[in-house]
């Protein structure tokens, strides 16, 4: 059986847009982590274009890197370990519950990161769209963290629950509940096949692309279109398929066929 071909760390690194020479610091997992933030968009398009989703290496570097898309969770945290474990940075993978003022126990369909530099343990999370972070944030409870306008901080709930927070969240402080439990990559698959393929889960029945910015983020839902700033929003309304088309490449870099229809942007959707 032939191997997977190596992880190409320079096309990931200028897909990011991050210069220089990456080290095995803090410095670097900070500034890798707002790159990647930055740069490539939450997602779920290809969900609702039938396409599926795959988690093996080579389609993630396609899709994200090479054809320059974005994704959602599992694609995401599952790309930027492989670049920080290319780099030498020790990575534990991690599951948890989101919340959002639900007020009801969700499965375990987020995915996450604890990572170790310069001595210390760090959250790291580029795939929870526009509340998430735009940093790694220490592993440490009741620490409030501000980035760019928006405050997290960690706190515990029991003796093995973690909870990230963002109080600027207008669905309630709570992101997701996670513990340390550490996770092999196959242990995402049937979360990953639950989230794209259940007929209730959110991202089959709804359109969205988000993406985090420096003092601005921006989510779109449907026929909505939503900039967020720390101290307030905007809000428009989407009207044709060629708008849509033109928001997906001007405010997320995302570039589809001309002519690419979504059943949820229907008139009555």
């Known amino acids: 059986m032939d191997s997977p071909p ?25 500034a890798l982590h707002e790159a990647h933030a930055t740069h490539i968009p939450f997602e779920n398009l290809d969900i609702l274009l039938g ?25 995401q945290n599952a790309l930027f370990a492989a670049a920080l474990e290319e780099i030498g940075f020790p990575v534990t993978r991690l599951s948890a519950r989101v919340r959002l003022g639900i007020p009801t126990t969700l499965p375990r369909t987020h995915m996450l990161l604890k990572v170790e530099a310069d001595g210390g343990s760090w959250i790291c999370d580029v795939g929870f769209g526009a509340w998430g972070l735009l940093q790694p944030i220490a592993l440490a409870a009741n ?94 309304l989407i009207a044709t398929h060629e708008q849509l088309l033109d928001v997906l490449a001007v405010c997320f870099g995302i570039r589809l066929p001309a002519g690419t229809r979504f059943p949820q942007f229907e008139p009555g959707a």
């Open 143 to 236: 620490v409030e963290t501000e980035q760019d306008g928006w405050t997290y901080c960690l706190r515990r709930e029991d003796e093995v629950t973690w909870v990230l927070q963002c109080h600027e969240c207008p669905l309630g402080p709570d992101l997701y509940a996670f513990d340390l439990t550490r996770h092999l990559p196959v242990d995402y698959e049937p979360a990953n096949f639950y989230t794209s393929t259940h007929p209730e889960s959110r991202f089959v029945l709804s359109l969205t692309a988000q993406r985090v910015g420096r003092g601005v983020r921006h989510v779109l839902r449907n026929r909505e279109l939503v900039t967020i700033h720390a101290d307030g929003t905007h809000a428009e």
């Open 51 to 75: 396409r599926g989703i795959r988690l093996d290496l080579a389609s993630l570097e396609a899709k994200l890197v090479r054809d320059r898309r974005g994704g959602y969770c599992f694609e």
């Open 6 to 30: 190596p992880f190409d760390l320079r096309a990931y690194l200028a897909r990011i847009g991050f210069a220089g020479e990456p080290r095995r610091d803090f410095s670097t997992l900070r």
